[in-house]
């Protein structure tokens, strides 16, 4: 079967476009299943491990008082002279004790994927967006774009300031999305604040070239 076609937009003032043949990738299956199970798995790679420390919970003398004195048989504070003696201890139930299980660095943080998982998860996003019905689902701002993929000839690359790039996506109709990224932008919640990760915001067009 023949290939749909895409226009080919010039950058400048005139509008005529010339028609190629669209990629074949951008006929891939599309499988938000195997997509969303790649990126999930890819997501796991990028973690830090992390757990409690080896000796915290156990960091006091405590012994059982054992049997027959009509208290719980948990290791017990040694000593006197302080509230702490006589207390329960390393128990994951005792204040003061260790977590139940305590989380080690060895866990298996990682994941590996099937290189032609991955690939097949490429193909299928990359074809999932040249449909504007699963990309304005999304939430983009498309409805004025004559045209997804929205490809420009080679004159775009000439483009020095930021200004031009400006109005060349005001042309395209696709400035919209940019302006939905900027009014999105907002403090993230929690303590990524702190950690150079202020502000969030949404994602905007993908320019490649």
């Not at 023949?2 to 028609?19: F, H, M, W």
């Not at 040249?130 to 774009?145: K, Q, T």
Request: hydrophobic share 40%; proline share 5%; charged share 20%.
């Amino acid at each position: 079967a023949s290939r749909p076609l895409v226009s080919v937009y010039s950058a400048g003032k005139e509008k005529n476009a010339v028609t190629v043949t669209l990629p074949g990738v951008f006929v891939s299956p599309i499988r938000p299943d195997i997509v969303q199970f790649v990126h999930t798995n890819m997501a796991k790679n990028h973690r830090q491990a992390y757990g409690v420390s080896l000796l915290a919970g156990h960091q006091c003398s405590a012994a059982s008082w054992g049997t027959g004195r009509a208290v719980a048989r948990i290791p017990r504070v040694h000593g006197g002279g302080t509230h702490r003696a006589g207390q329960g201890a390393f128990g994951n139930m005792c204040r003061g004790g260790r977590m139940f299980n305590p989380t080690k660095t060895w866990r298996r943080w990682h994941r590996k994927i099937n290189v032609n998982q991955r690939r097949y998860a490429v193909a299928s996003a990359l074809a999932a967006s040249a449909v504007p019905a699963l990309v304005m689902a999304r939430g983009h701002r498309v409805e004025n774009v004559p045209e997804l993929p929205l490809v420009l000839n080679n004159s775009v690359e000439n483009t020095q300031k930021t200004a031009a790039v400006i109005d060349l996506l005001k042309g395209m109709g696709a400035y919209d999305d940019v302006q939905k990224v900027k009014d999105s932008r907002t403090l993230r919640r929690g303590k990524g604040k702190a950690r150079n990760r202020r502000f969030v915001q949404r994602r905007g067009p993908l320019v490649i070239y």
